[in-house]
């Protein structure tokens, strides 16, 4: 279990209307932590997409139901100097994740007529974050996020 | 999101304003492939100028609509791609499969 600072928590409905609420709150958050733009971006659409998918799969559309999201500040053992990670954990009270979606296969250069855009948010997820894990825990889908933070160069 | 449409002479454009997300992207799907399927448009550009953020909702819209193109041996083509919107395009390693074009005026020539 995590033991990070707690940064924010909010309490949403599956709305897909308020997804852009969510991003723009979380981007100043990551702004603030000190992730470059390109990261920030990074970090926004894996949450932007988790949430779709729990919206989507877990919820099957519903717009009334209940998400959690945690963002926590954890510190990360390690040698040398204290490296600091930005952690998000989204809980939802749907349908259990089908794992199989969760590892979705490695994109591949594909010709436009064969391409299906399927399992792109999970890659965007898996391909934008350090660590991705998922756990079924009383009744609730938890999905748990993490991406480093870039030591500021000091001078 | 807002979406307007502009048909000039030999090219008709479509104004895309605000986030392209799973609240939004089906809007903007419907009316792309309405330009192709229904209007047979032979030519359309979608303008992302004022477009800050597209999720894989967005691009599989965008995919869509360029597959109906190709179908229909029209042109779709996007313009004015800030650096989040080429970002998810990369991740998404479809940038080269889209024609984009920096501006209006270059998306437009004949």
Known sequence: ?155 | MQIDIRKLDHITIVDAVGDIDYSTSPELRKILLHQFCELKIPRVALNLTSVQYVDSSGVASLLESLKASRDLKSRFILYGLNAKVTQVLQLSKLLTIFEICENEEQAVKP
């Open chain 1, 1 to 155: 279990m995590s033991r990070g600072r707690l940064l924010l928590r909010m309490e949403l409905r599956s709305n897909p209307e308020v997804l852009c609420v969510v991003r723009s709150a979380v981007t100043r958050l990551a702004t603030l932590l000190g992730f470059s733009e390109s990261d920030n971006n990074l970090v926004i659409l894996a949450l932007d997409e988790a949430l779709t998918n729990i919206i989507r799969h877990a919820y099957q559309g519903q717009r009334e139901r209940y998400i959690e999201a945690t963002f926590r500040l954890l510190q990360v053992p390690g040698s040398g100097v204290p490296q600091q990670a930005f952690e998000i954990v989204l809980e939802d009270e749907g349908l259990p994740a089908d794992v199989k979606r969760l590892n979705p296969l490695p994109l591949q250069e594909t010709p436009v007529e064969e391409l299906k855009p399927g399992g792109l948010g999970m890659h965007f997820i898996r391909t934008n974050m350090d660590k991705v894990e998922f756990r079924r825990r009383d009744g609730r889908n938890v999905l748990r996020l993490v991406k480093a933070i870039p030591v500021a160069d000091s001078h």
